[in-house]
């Protein structure tokens, strides 16, 4: 396979890593594997493709990308819609068009958007009690803004921390940060939701209050649920009442909702068990 020119296999329910023996196939000009289920690092032997023109690996759940600049100038780079940070794109932003070959691209190196980012939890902490909690990713130009039920929060750009010292129960709240990067354009990673519970002094723990968190909502589809339990049934439907989806939840990773794939607009989403149930609206852009 090594006089191989192009290599497509897109959309075709592919799972596990790239193999790193593509980086021996030295005429390839077109690889082309988006819109799978490929997951891991991009290899670095990609570097050894010095003929590609054509990289197209977005819509997978890649997690690291190497440094791609040596490839430069190439005709189209595509890694959107993966699980990269600006750790992965720094590196690759200055990535030249082949104009000679391609002719004129307005990008030739696109990256946005990208998979949120870090887990989404639940803490309890006391009255009085000091927190710190965590949006920090990779990359070396980051801009951090905090919210907290939706609404921006004060505190340094550049602090990947947020701290609330001395807490009190106006600082309980689902707290989410935005991340965007002054080198890297265009893209802004959203650190998946933390909901901060604080018990007042003198009381006992109190658990977490049971209305249910759809976040972002708004949403593309994926979005994420708090305060759900283990066994919890969820199920989308339309206006009308068709039921689109449906999962029970068995493990915490379920939590996450992947509603791709379906028309843009309202649906309803029913989260039941045996004791209640709650029917909240969601909407897909």
């Known amino acids: 396979m090594s006089n191989l020119v192009s290599l497509r296999i ?3 329910h592919l799972f596990n890593s790239i193999p790193s023996e593509l980086g021996n196939m030295n005429n390839l000009q077109n690889l082309i594997l988006n819109d799978n289920f490929l997951t891991g690092a991009v290899p670095n032997e990609l570097n050894n493709l010095s003929n590609i023109r054509y990289l197209y690996i977005h819509n997978n759940a890649f997690t690291d990308l190497p440094d791609l600049s040596s490839l430069s100038p190439m005709c189209e780079i595509k890694v959107e819609n993966n699980k990269f940070t600006f750790e992965d794109i720094e590196p690759n932003i200055f990535i030249e068009v082949d104009s000679f070959n391609c002719g004129t691209y307005d990008t030739v190196f696109t990256y946005a958007p990208q998979d949120s980012v870090l887990d989404a939890y639940d803490t309890i902490i006391d009255e009085c009690d000091n927190i710190s909690i965590s949006a920090l990713v990779g990359g070396a130009n980051n801009v951090y803004q905090w919210y907290k039920n939706g609404s ?3 505190g340094s ?3 990947p ?3 609330i010292s001395s807490a009190n ?3 309980e709240g689902i707290y989410t940060c935005a991340i965007t990067n002054t080198l890297v354009t265009g893209l ?3 650190r998946r939701p933390i909901n901060l519970i604080v018990n007042p002094v003198g009381t006992n723990n109190r658990e977490a209050t049971k209305e249910i968190i759809i976040y972002p909502n708004p949403n593309n589809g994926t979005f994420y649920l708090t305060n759900i339990e283990i066994n919890n049934k969820i199920e989308i439907c339309t206006i009308q009442g068709c039921i689109l989806y449906s999962k029970q939840i068995v493990q915490n990773s379920d939590k996450i909702i992947y509603f791709n794939g379906y028309l843009k607009g309202i649906y ?5 068990t045996n004791n209640f149930t709650n029917i909240e609206k969601i909407i897909v852009y």
Do not use: A, C, M, R
């Open 10 to 12: 897109n959309n075709n």
């Open 152 to 154: 921006p929060v004060s």
């Open 157 to 159: 750009v550049l602090n």
């Open 161 to 163: 921390y947020f701290t």
């Open 169 to 171: 129960i106006s600082d």
């Open 188 to 190: 802004t990673l959203h």
């Open 268 to 272: 309803f989403i029913k989260i039941s």
